[in-house]
C-alpha cells in the first residue's frame, strides 16, 4: 500500500482555480546522489501560477525548500541534517531531491527565512554576477518592485555586493521597509515617476521585478531612458512562454530577462549565505500561512496580487 501525504496540489478544478490541499503519494525511495527532505517549510513564486496547469496538474507546487534530511544516498547529507534549496514540489510534507540543489541551514537562520531566499536569492545573485555584463559594486542600481520576494533580495544583494546607489520603486506605504533593506532612496510608484526624478542616463543598472507580473505593468521603455550607455536593465517576469521553454529546457533567446540556472544551486547558495552574513536576513511576508487549504489559498492569493511585502512562506512542519 502507498504511503500518502498531505500536499499543495495543482488542480484546475478546485475552488481555487489552481490548487487544493489533499494527498499524494509519499517519495520513499531514493536514488544515487538524491535525498528525501521532510519539510518545514516551503514558499511560493511566480512561476506557481505561470506554468500552464496542464503541464502541472496532479502534481505538488513550490520550489522553495527547508526541512530535515529524512533518507539520504548522498555523501554531502546524512539523515537528520537541516537543508534548505531548489526542489520540485516543495509544499508538500515531504520531498525529494538531488542533494546538489541542497546546502545546509545554518543555525541563525530560522526554517521560514530559509525557505524564502532560494528562488529569489539564486535568480538576483546570478542576475548581477552572471547575467550582468559588469561588477556592480560602486554603481548605480534601480529596483523596481522593491518589496516583493526577488525585489527584496535585489536591494540587499546589490548594498551586499557594493552598489554604491540603490534606489527602490514601490508604493510610499513600503518605503521604511524597503530603505530598511538597504535601498538609499525610494520612488513611490502611486505619485512619482523615476524618469522625472532621476533623468535620463542616471542608472548603471536596471533590476525589474515588477514588468509582466499580471496586471499589465511595463516598465522597459522608462527602464531604457534612466541607463546610461552602457548600463543594463535585466528583467525577470517574461511572457509565460518564457516559463514554459524553461521548464521544458528550451534555452531563451531574450538577453535581458533572467531565468533561473540551476547548476551547482548548492555552490550558489553557500555564496549567498556568505553575503548576507548573520546579521542580513532576508524578509517574509506577515504572517507565515498555515499548511491548510485556508493558508494555502491566501497565500496563493497574496502571490497573485503582487502586494506581499517579503517572500510568502508556509509552515509545513508545523513548528
Known sequence: MTDLMKACIRDS?????????????????????????????????????KLPNFMTKGTAMGYDVAGIVEKSMSPSFKEGDEVFGII???????????????????????????????????????????????????NTVLVIGASGGCGTAGVILAKALGAKEIVGVCSGKNAD???NLGATEIVDYTCENFVEKYGEKYFDLVYDCASGSGAGENYFYDSKK?????????????????????????????????????????????????????????PVHDPVFSFDQEGLSTGYKLLKSRR???????????W
Open 177 to 179: 521597509f524597503v530603505k
Open 13 to 49: 478544478n478546485s475552488s481555487d482555480g489552481l490548487l487544493r490541499f489533499g494527498d499524494l503519494p509519499k517519495p520513499n525511495e531514493v536514488t544515487d546522489g538524491s535525498v528525501i527532505i521532510k519539510v518545514m517549510a516551503a514558499a511560493c513564486n511566480p512561476i506557481d501560477y
Open 226 to 282: 534612466v541607463l546610461k550607455d552602457n548600463g543594463q536593465i535585466l528583467t525577470l517576469n517574461g511572457p509565460p512562454t518564457a516559463w514554459v521553454r524553461k521548464y521544458i529546457r528550451m534555452e531563451e533567446k531574450r538577453v535581458n530577462l533572467v531565468l533561473l540556472d540551476s547548476k551547482n544551486v548548492n555552490e550558489q547558495l553557500d555564496k549567498i549565505l556568505s553575503l548576507l552574513g548573520e546579521e542580513s536576513k532576508p
Open 308 to 318: 506581499a511585502k517579503g517572500k510568502i512562506v508556509f509552515n509545513v512542519g508545523g
Open 88 to 138: 520540485k514540489n516543495s509544499i508538500a510534507e515531504y520531498s525529494q531531491t538531488n542533494a546538489a540543489q541542497l546546502t545546509r541551514k545554518p543555525s541563525h537562520l530560522p526554517w521560514a527565512e530559509a525557505a524564502a531566499i532560494p528562488l529569489a536569492y539564486l535568480t538576483t545573485f546570478q542576475s548581477y554576477t552572471k547575467t550582468c555584463k559588469f561588477d556592480i559594486k560602486d
